[in-house]
């Protein structure tokens, strides 16, 4: 050791603290930060995808004045605004139309021509299971949320899609996809007995809260396991 080497010097007292300045100042701002990237993603996806019609649309009604001058950089922010505003309005169109016989003869004959495009297919199947999964608040892809003995003797939180019988004995199999965090999307699956699972009465939407936030948002007290 140094003797001219302080143990207690304000230098080393100040490391843990500004480190711990940092790491708090990280956490608050990065959710922000992921947000406001976000919201550009999305505006920009709309804009590109309908902010030149809606260009052509508005120098047709509008006054030319309207697009020099100070007004131009408020106008480019509402083509934006606005092309959010359409694509959500063609979202709830496309749903209230699939409502009805001959909207959903009309979407199972535009999803029947992705589905027999090679390679587009591929990667179509995959977005549309993933929304059905993630994106349905009616969706019954999951049905309940079980523990499993994985890996070890350690609990992991899996999600049951589907309950099967084995051949020949009839016991119950279970289809427990298991998410990974932070991103629920990605994950395996396990075809799990159903007596080699522990039941809980954590919600779907709580289980999936849990993946996400990678435990942070568990519970001050652990769930209770029904087994």
């Given at each position: 050791m140094n003797p001219n080497e302080n143990p207690g010097s304000p230098n080393k007292d100040k490391e843990p603290k500004?480190?711990?300045?940092?790491?708090?100042?990280?956490?608050?701002?990065?959710?922000?930060?992921v947000t406001i990237w976000l919201l550009r993603f999305v505006l920009d996806l709309a804009d590109g995808w309908l902010g030149g019609g809606i260009r052509l649309v508005a120098h047709w009604l509008l006054p030319a004045t309207w697009f020099t001058g100070e007004y131009a950089g408020w106008m480019e922010a509402t083509y934006g605004l606005l092309s959010v505003f359409l694509l959500c309005f063609i979202f709830m169109a496309v749903g209230a139309l699939a409502s009805f016989r001959i909207g959903k003869q009309g979407l199972r004959l535009v999803d029947h021509v992705f589905i027999h495009i090679p390679g587009v297919n591929a990667i179509y199947r995959s977005v549309r299971k993933m929304m059905e999964a993630f994106g349905d608040g009616n969706a019954t892809s999951f049905q309940r949320c079980v523990f499993l003995r994985f890996p070890g003797h350690h609990l992991t939180l899996g999600l049951v899609t589907k309950e099967l019988k084995e051949s020949g004995t009839g016991r119950k199999i279970l289809a427990v996809f298991v998410p990974h965090g932070p991103n629920p999307t990605g994950g395996f699956t396990q075809y799990v007995p159903e007596e080699e699972t522990i039941a809980t009465d954590i919600s779907i939407e709580d289980g999936l809260k849990l993946v996400v936030s990678m435990g942070v948002l568990s519970p001050g007290e652990f769930p209770r396991l029904n087994k």
């Open positions: 500004l480190r711990a300045f940092f790491m708090r100042g990280l956490f608050f701002l990065f959710p922000i930060a």
